[in-house]
């Protein structure tokens, strides 16, 4: 017997390779969107911090908006730089 | 009696001379009243007259009349009258029948003649004030004269008058109707064996005695209305007969007929049978004239007075028409809604009379018991429920604009859906047209101008308070107001359980089933009842559906992208297997049902290469693979024979890949291979055997038939294999769903009990829809559905019960 495959239609779910569930910020999972965008992935993604912290962009932009003096990391108080 | 004592004292008070001719006055004078034909002079009357007046004894000549008539009647008239009617026994032809009853009342005409003539005599001497003579009257007199022929004539009534009257008039009825109806009943006379029968008067034609019937028809209307007795010894009998006749026609055309309205044509045939009323009540027109002979043919009768008579009668036939109409559709009301559309012409017409007569009440208790003992019970398909709760909403709404019926009626049906666990899914396959037979709902979605469900809220609508009508007072008191009656069908499904949370959620379910059942990304279906629904329930309701369409779409680019990227690569380099993949945003989709399934090494490995590349277009990202899920197309060539272009599912495919290996397998070793359980494994096998491409044999071994002969194809025609015909849901049930929420209430549970210690069932129930009021799960649990989740608690040792309290374990 042989069998030949013509196509094979599998489902998967994508997901952020990051080390926590949530945003840090926003507390919504990071597979999910921030609370401004309706609709997850490309539109609203995540960026890292030097410090390996990471949150949705539109959550940390609006949190370093908001800093005054110096641009924290949320999480750990070290200096903000974006990961390359 | 005063009179008598006067009379005698006015004797005492003449001298005896007088007192002789008097006498002979009086004799003149009664003589004269009494036998018309014999009379004396008139001037001797008149003398007479004018001597008895002196005398003071004109005033008693009324009395002394009215006495005599009295007399007269309770010895010999009346018993006679009776003793005429009674005297021939059954054995006699209805014709004969009809003209003893005739004769009989002509014998009594002509026994008080007599005295009427008297009366009217006197009364004209009255009023000419003759000889000095007063009173009352001719009118005045023969009142009193009438009610006094009434009163003793009918004082014990025999049934036999009904009886004979009944018949006699039914009798002309049929004959009068068959004259001027022309054939229209000529279809349902009978037609007797000897086939010469008259219609009319039903016996053989030669002896037809139609125009006969007709003729006693007027003459004992004549009668009877000179005795003014046509009232009460006709009404009855015409009533009944008028009652039974509309009934007959209406059973006989209008039953079980719900595609044309009938108001019209009864409307034509109560004017033919007004026709025959103004022959029953023709003289009631000649009353005070002295014609004997009354005039014939219809139409003639235009007196005020009969046809003040036929206005009455008209009207309480109209009545008569519109109650039975109305009983007889309540009756059927059950079957006209549910042929609604149709039956849009019967549903009009019980609406015009149904405002006639004061029976909205009984209709509703009807109803409502048709649909507890047609429609709501366990053997009908939820799906049929709501095919009839539509039409219902439907039909009711033309009935009742004011929407009290529909609401007061659908009450049991809409408590009784929501214990149906199918209710939501079965509206929702509605909505999306999936639903066979069911297509209401479909075409209401997509109707224009949709009912946004919102917009309940918005209170005055600028309508004029003029406009404004108090509810029917069988209205439910409830604090909706008529306002929100609403008559939107999908707002009053929607509305059964109270949320419109619970429907898009089970929509998002079916949207997800479809979805993931699908080859192509082709959503062009979907993406329209997304919009449609997005009216309905509104924008932000509808998002997570909006991300899994998007969803859709995004995973086709992605694969296009991948393809193109692999038709790249060089010849040995390209992938063994033609993989695609839907990606999911697992965020928006309904939680999807875990299964595990280990994929041969080919898929594995393609599903790897695959998500590399994704990992590649999106940076940072990944993929999970849900091995169960999704669809594989396949070829299987066996020794004699190939099966092209199989759809099965990947846990199908897996099995059938590994057999390619190895041509005998146990569920041991394929369960082990797979890591499903056995269960899971021999159900899915079934489909294979039913293909004819394996077969188990003892021991729970499986066996790939390499060569089908044509006698095995017919075993196997045969052979039943309980194979899981129903497609598998991909997404968790309804109830699991529920489960889950319900679980959120625990922890409220747990603090209260720690709090409290122990509390009853009730209590609970209550202290949740207080503390929980804010979202719509808790409104729509009922106490029932606790007391299951808290007796699993119990079950399992989180919970303790003892007479009906609920308190934590004391071990913790």
């Known amino acids: ?84 | 009696m005063e009179e008598t004592v006067m009379e005698s004292d006015c004797v005492e008070m003449s001298g005896p001379g007088t007192q002789q001719e008097v006498a002979d006055a009086w004799e003149a004078v009664t003589t004269a009243l009494v036998s018309p034909g014999c009379s004396g002079s008139e001037q001797s009357l008149s003398n007479s007259l004018a001597l008895l007046c002196s005398q003071g004894l004109g005033r008693l000549l009324g009395a002394w009349l009215l006495e005599s008539l009295q007399t007269r009647l309770s010895y010999s008239v009346v018993p006679e009258f009776w003793a005429g009617l009674k005297q021939p026994e059954n054995e006699l032809e209805e014709k004969d029948r009809a003209l003893v009853l005739l004769t009989t009342f002509r014998t009594l005409l002509e026994c008080l003649e007599p005295f009427l003539g008297g009366l009217e005599k006197l009364g004209t001497w009255q009023d000419e004030g003759r000889g000095g003579l007063c009173g009352p009257g001719p009118r005045g007199l023969q009142d009193r004269a009438f009610t006094t022929i009434r009163a003793l004539l009918l004082f014990s009534p025999s049934p036999v008058l009904q009886e004979r009257v009944l018949e006699f008039y039914s009798r002309t009825f049929t004959v009068y109707m068959n004259q001027e109806g022309g054939d229209e009943d000529g279809a349902e006379a009978p037609e007797g064996p000897e086939g010469g029968s008259c219609p009319g008067c039903e016996v053989p034609t030669p002896q037809c005695w139609c125009q006969e019937a007709l003729g006693h028809l007027q003459e004992l209307s004549h009668i009877l209305s000179r005795l003014q007795l046509l009232e009460w010894v006709s009404s009855e009998a015409v009533t009944s007969i008028l009652h039974k006749l509309i009934e007959q026609r209406m059973e006989q055309h209008c039953r079980g007929e719900y595609e044309r309205s009938f108001l019209l044509e009864f409307q034509e045939w109560l004017e033919l049978v007004l026709g025959w009323l103004s022959k029953v009540f023709a003289s009631e027109a000649d009353r005070d004239g002295p014609v004997p002979a009354a005039p014939s043919g219809p139409g003639v009768q235009t007196g005020p007075a009969a046809s003040s008579v036929l206005k009455q009668w008209r009207c309480h036939m109209h009545q008569f028409f519109c109650r039975i109409y109305v009983n007889m559709r309540i009756e059927e009301l059950f079957s006209i809604i549910r042929d609604f559309p149709e039956s849009k012409a019967a549903i009009e017409d019980l609406k015009f009379c149904l405002e006639r007569t004061n029976q909205r009440q009984q209709l509703l208790t009807s109803l409502k018991s048709a649909f507890e003992s047609r429609l709501l019970h366990p053997g009908v398909h939820t799906s049929d429920i709501l095919t009839v709760y539509i039409s219902a909403i439907k039909a009711l709404r033309e009935l009742d604009p004011s929407m009290v019926i529909l609401q007061v009626a659908c009450q049991p049906i809409r408590k009784y859906l929501r214990t149906r666990e199918d209710t939501v899914r079965q509206i929702v396959a509605g909505l999306t047209g999936d639903a066979e037979g069911c297509t209401d709902l479909a075409s209401e979605l997509s109707r224009g101008d949709p009912v946004t469900l919102e917009m309940q809220d918005s209170d005055e609508e600028g309508n004029d308070p003029e406009d404004w009508t108090p509810d029917p007072t069988d209205a439910v008191p409830d604090k909706m107001g008529s306002k929100r009656r609403s008559s939107d069908i999908i707002s009053l499904l929607v509305s059964i359980y109270g949320s419109k949370d619970i429907f898009i959620d089970e929509y998002r379910a079916v949207l997800a089933d479809r979805l993931l059942h699908q080859l192509n990304y082709n959503t062009a279906r979907e993406i329209r009842n997304v919009e449609l629904l997005k009216l309905r329930f509104g924008e932000s309701h509808m998002h997570y559906c909006e991300v899994m369409l998007k969803d859709m779409a995004d995973s086709r680019r992605i694969n296009s992208n991948i393809r193109e990227e692999e038709s790249r690569l060089s010849e040995d380099e390209q992938p063994p297997l033609s993989l695609s993949a839907i990606i999911l945003s697992s965020e928006f989709w309904p939680p999807l049902k875990e299964e595990k399934l280990e994929l041969p090494p080919v898929v594995c490995q393609a599903m790897e290469a695959y998500t590399h590349r994704y990992e590649k277009l999106k940076a940072m990202r990944t993929l999970s693979w849900k091995p169960h899920l999704g669809s594989v197309t396949l070829d299987v060539e066996l020794e004699d024979r190939t099966l092209t272009h199989l759809t099965v599912s990947p846990i199908h495919a897996a099995i059938i890949l590994h057999f390619q290996d190895k041509s005998c397998w146990t569920l041991e070793e394929l369960s082990l291979k797979l890591g499903a359980p056995k269960e899971l494994l021999h159900r899915k096998l079934a489909l294979w055997q039913q293909h004819g491409v394996l077969r188990e044999e003892a021991g729970g071994r499986y066996y790939v038939v390499e060569t089908g002969s044509s006698k095995e194809k017919l075993e196997r025609g045969v052979m039943l294999i309980d194979s899981d015909e129903e497609r598998d849901s991909n997404t968790t049930t309804q109830s699991e769903q529920r489960e889950e929420k319900l679980q959120l209430f625990w922890a409220y549970i747990q603090a209260m009990l720690t709090n409290l210690d122990s509390m009853t069932l009730d209590r609970i129930h209550s202290m949740l829809r207080m503390f929980v009021a804010t979202g719509p799960v808790v409104t729509e649990m009922d106490v029932n559905e606790l007391e299951a989740f808290l007796q699993k608690k119990v079950r399992e040792h989180q919970l303790m019960v003892s007479a009906g309290v609920y308190r934590l374990p004391k071990s913790n």
């Not at chain 1, 994508?14 to 945003?23: Q, T």
């Not at chain 1, 390996?52 to 539109?58: K, R």
């Open chain 1, 1 to 84: 017997m042989k069998v030949k495959i013509r196509q094979w239609n599998g489902v998967a779910s994508w997901l952020w390779v990051a080390n926590d569930e949530n945003c840090g910020i926003c507390r919504m999972p990071f597979n999910g969107c921030c609370p401004d965008c309706k609709v997850p992935g490309d539109d609203c993604p995540l960026v890292w911090g030097q410090c390996s912290h990471c949150f949705h962009m539109h959550c940390i932009l609006k949190w370093l908006n908001s800093q005054q003096v110096q641009q924290q990391c949320p999480m750990c108080r070290q200096e903000w730089k974006f990961k390359e």
